[in-house]
Structure formats: C-alpha cells, structure tokens
C-alpha cells in the first residue's frame, strides 16, 4: 500500500514518493509535502528547463538556477518555462 501526502503543489492528498529524493532536510521535506505526481512533473519540467535552456549540471550557476525553479515548481509559485515553450491545448 502506497502512503499518502497532502501534496504543497497540488493542494490535496495524493500518493507519496517511495523514498527521499535528496539526501538530508530538503530531500524529507520533498518526500513529507509532495507528492509522487508532483515530483514526476517536476521531472519532466526539469528535462525540458536543461535541453532547452542548455544548461550545463557541471556549472555551479546553472544548478542553483534549476534548484530554485524546483522549489518554486513544487510550492505553486510562478516558475521559469522553458524559450518558445507553448503547453499542450486542452
């Protein structure tokens, strides 16, 4: 049976991730207050901000930028899109 999280960025009770993502405080809070789904788009986002930005995980810079954007993604906040990017029509 899967545990359930009350999700920071979709506001309801959804499955939870199986283990922390990261190691330490932040990687509990992720696993505390987000859920499997949120993660999961987080994911993709993140895949499409580094192909797309071309960012470089060698780089310092380029790793604080994607570390903030995760937080903001997985609070709600407004967050970076990938250039040109047009989301699916419904």
């Not at 810079?61 to 995760?70: C, V």
């Not at 993604?73 to 047009?86: K, P, T």
């Amino acid at each position: 049976m899967s545990r359930t999280v009350h999700c920071r960025k979709h506001k309801q009770d959804l499955p939870g991730l199986d283990r922390p993502p990261y190691p330490g405080a932040k990687g509990e809070d992720i696993f505390n207050n987000v859920s499997k789904q949120a993660w999961d788009e987080w994911q993709a986002h993140q895949t499409m901000l580094i192909n797309e930005r071309r960012l470089n995980m060698m780089n310092v810079e380029d790793r604080k930028f994607l570390q903030a954007e995760m937080d903001k993604f997985l609070s709600g906040e407004e967050y970076a899109q990938a250039e040109g990017y047009v989301p699916p029509s419904a």
